[in-house]
């Protein structure tokens, strides 16, 4: 049976009384991930399908990368805001080059298993998700809505690792693995940090009121944060050169040089022991 399309309970006409939903136009999702794979390309030839070129090739690709962030910017902001940003963002890309090439530096040097810097940038996703992240952090620091969480829903997509673009990392930031690993807004990472699969620097509360607080922990210099630890907090710090453990939940500060773990029991037996073998049903 093919259904009637104006049997819609008077929704269309109610629609067009009212002017339309009332939705904000946002920048499509797809010319963002287009926006953030031209900035990573243009930094990085080994994310690029384009050949290095000349200075001027380079130059002619720069300016393109700021048309394309003026236009995602268009439904955020009025044009004259959005092209003093897009020269803001298009002056810091050294900047970004430098901080991002000393994260895939940290990622070779933390990894036996990485090869070559070549192979971390082209195939990490740990370095996608912190590169992303510069990008989207250093838009947010421009003072623009939307456009930034969309910047970091991309990485969050293609690799399971949220960060929130306004969370705060220093140099040298190492992602082991990566997926699961979430990060709050108001976090601040220092520098030389490595942390693994899983990780969560979250809050103790979700309370809507708590918006615009420290609601994420502070990770030191040189810290290190195993598989599916859990770190929560404001007011929550990690001292520097500390090791937190894996599974551990941690809601109060330790100091420097502090190695914090959760102690478990594992038990090896016989199947042919006890009661008989476990059926486990998942």
Request: hydrophobic residues 45%; contains cysteine.
């Amino acid at each position: 049976m093919i259904a009637d399309p104006d049997a819609d309970g008077g929704f269309s006409e109610l629609l067009a009384a009212s002017g339309g939903p009332k939705v904000r136009t946002l920048p499509l999702k797809r010319e963002v991930a287009a926006f953030v794979d031209s900035v990573l390309g243009l930094l990085f030839p080994q994310l690029s399908e384009e050949p290095v070129g000349t200075a001027d090739e380079i130059g002619v690709r720069l300016q393109l990368v700021r048309c394309d962030l003026a236009r995602l910017l268009a439904p955020v902001t009025n044009p004259e805001h959005a092209e003093a940003i897009s020269r803001s963002f298009a002056a810091e890309l050294p900047n970004l080059h430098s901080r991002i090439g000393l994260d895939a530096a940290a990622i070779v040097a933390g990894d036996p298993a990485a090869e070559s810097l070549d192979e971390v940038v082209a195939a990490y996703p740990g370095f996608l998700a912190i590169a992303a992240h510069r990008v989207a952090h250093q838009i947010h620091a421009l003072g623009v809505p939307v456009l930034p969480r969309l910047v970091s829903e991309v990485a969050h997509t293609r690799t399971g690792i949220d960060i929130h673009p306004g969370a705060s990392i220093g140099n040298s930031f190492c992602i082991d693995h990566g997926t699961g690993i979430v990060v709050g807004e108001t976090a601040v990472i220092g520098d030389f940090v490595k942390i693994y699969q899983g990780v969560t620097l979250g809050a103790l509360s979700v309370a809507k009121s708590a918006a615009g607080s420290k609601r994420h922990p502070t990770i030191e210099d040189r810290v290190v944060i195993y598989a599916n630890a859990t770190v929560l907090g404001g007011d929550t710090l990690v001292g520097h050169d500390s090791v937190v453990g894996g599974n551990v939940w941690l809601t109060s500060s330790v100091p420097p040089y502090s190695l914090v773990y959760h102690a478990s029991q594992v038990r090896v037996r016989s199947v042919s022991e006890g009661q008989g073998p476990l059926d486990f049903v998942i």
